[in-house]
Each structure stands twice: as C-alpha cells, then as structure tokens.
C-alpha cells in the first residue's frame, strides 16, 4: 500500500469517525434517520410534495414582493435539486432574474453559483463553467466563495474524469487541486469540508 493511500484511508477514517461522533450527540442519529428513510420512503416522498405544494401556495400570495418571492425560490430550488433537476432549474432561472431587476450583486452571486453546481452535477460542464467565469471573486462572502471553490473543484474533477487525453486530465485535476487548497486556507482544520477537501486531493493525486 502506498503512502498515498494510507493516508486517504486515514482521512477517509476521520470522516467517518466524525459522523459517528455527530450521530452519537445528537437524539436522532444519523444512522437512525438513514434507517427511518429507507423504511419509510413514501412518507418521506409525500411530506416533500407537501412541502412543495406549501411553498407554491405561499408564493401564489405573493405580491409583487421580490425579496419573499427570491426567498421561496431559493427554497424550492433546495426541495427540487436531488429530485427534479427540471424543476430546480426553473427556479434558479427566476431567482436570477430577480436578481438581476434588483441589481443585487449578491443574491446574484449566490444563484450563479448554485445553477454551476447544479449543472456540473448534471454533466452541463460547458454551461457551469461559463455561468463561474462571471462570478467576481472580490464581490463574495465568506460562505458564497466556499461554495464558489466547491463548485469549480467538482467541475474539473468531472472534466477529469471524463477526458480521454492525459495531458488535459492530469491539467483538469491540477486545477481541481489549487481549488481544494483554497478551501483548505478558508475552512478550520478540523471541519468535514476541510478534511473532504484533503482526501480528494489525495485521490487525483494516487490517479
């Protein structure tokens, strides 16, 4: 085993041990609630269409207020994003037209940045990659630049993965490590961000 890889395995243990940790203090465990997900998928699908449904009704009584209307968006878009992609799209969509009537630089931020992750995870490589190149790094928050890293970490990680020429995948996942290193500077040592940012690098690097 190389050294490489024992130390993936150990950052890998360290994140587990982490969410052992945090299911052990809390009254709901993680592997509880795991448990009660699989047992009890339908029940979990009918309370998220109840959620949905709740939040179009409360957007329906709207008026013309774009603040509260941004709000419920962002919220549909977060029910949407694992389930409907169509669907989280079409809010992000309105959110950012919102954004751009407000000239508001950082909800502006914030929707770029979430439609790029999204697109990444759905293979939109092309469309996330110009969708970051307009995001200003100077204009973000401490939160809105972790998620802006993230997400251009996770597309040259999928650039890699998907190219058949060496030189440029071995460039993608250069890349993808300066991002990771970003993430590192601004995230605690000890927090699971930080640590995933670790064993990932680590990974590209054994590839």
Same mark, same amino acid.
């Given at each position: 085993?190389?050294?490489?890889?024992r130390?993936?395995?150990l950052i @890998?243990g360290?994140l587990?041990?982490?969410?052992i940790a945090?299911s052990a203090?809390?009254?709901?465990?993680?592997?509880?609630?795991?448990?009660?997900k699989?047992?009890?998928k339908?029940?979990?699908?009918?309370l998220?269409e109840?959620?949905?449904?709740e939040?179009k009704v409360?957007?329906?009584?709207?008026?013309?207020?774009a603040?509260?209307t941004y709000?419920?968006?962002?919220d549909l878009y977060?029910?949407?994003k694992?389930?409907m992609?169509?669907s989280a799209?079409?809010?992000?969509?309105?959110?950012?037209?919102?954004?751009? @009537?407000?000239?508001?630089?950082?909800?502006?931020?914030?929707?770029?940045?979430?439609s790029?992750?999204l697109?990444?995870r759905?293979?939109m490589y092309f469309?996330?990659?110009e969708?970051? &190149?307009k995001?200003k790094?100077?204009t973000?928050? #401490?939160?809105?630049?972790l998620d802006f890293?993230?997400a251009?970490r996770?597309?040259?990680l999928g650039?890699g @993965?998907?190219s058949?020429?060496a030189?440029e995948?071995?460039?993608?996942w250069?890349k993808a490590?300066?991002f990771?290193? #970003?993430?590192m500077?601004?995230t605690?040592?000890? @927090? &699971?961000?930080h640590?995933?940012?670790? &064993?990932?690098?680590?990974?590209?690097k054994?590839d």
């Amino acid at each position: 085993m190389t050294n490489i890889m024992r130390k993936v395995l150990l950052i @890998s243990g360290l994140l587990l041990l982490k969410q052992i940790a945090v299911s052990a203090q809390t009254p709901d465990s993680l592997l509880t609630i795991l448990d009660d997900k699989i047992k009890n998928k339908h029940v979990y699908e009918e309370l998220k269409e109840q959620k949905i449904n709740e939040l179009k009704v409360e957007k329906r009584e709207l008026k013309n207020n774009a603040l509260e209307t941004y709000s419920i968006n962002r919220d549909l878009y977060n029910a949407y994003k694992n389930y409907m992609s169509d669907s989280a799209i079409y809010y992000l969509n309105q959110n950012m037209s919102i954004a751009d @009537s407000l000239k508001d630089i950082s909800r502006i931020n914030e929707t770029r940045i979430a439609s790029a992750t999204l697109f990444v995870r759905l293979g939109m490589y092309f469309e996330a990659r110009e969708l970051l &190149e307009k995001v200003k790094e100077e204009t973000l928050s #401490l939160q809105q630049r972790l998620d802006f890293f993230l997400a251009y970490r996770e597309l040259y990680l999928g650039l890699g @993965s998907y190219s058949q020429n060496a030189r440029e995948r071995h460039n993608y996942w250069e890349k993808a490590r300066r991002f990771d290193n #970003l993430m590192m500077n601004i995230t605690p040592d000890t @927090s &699971e961000e930080h640590l995933r940012s670790i &064993e990932k690098s680590l990974r590209v690097k054994n590839d």
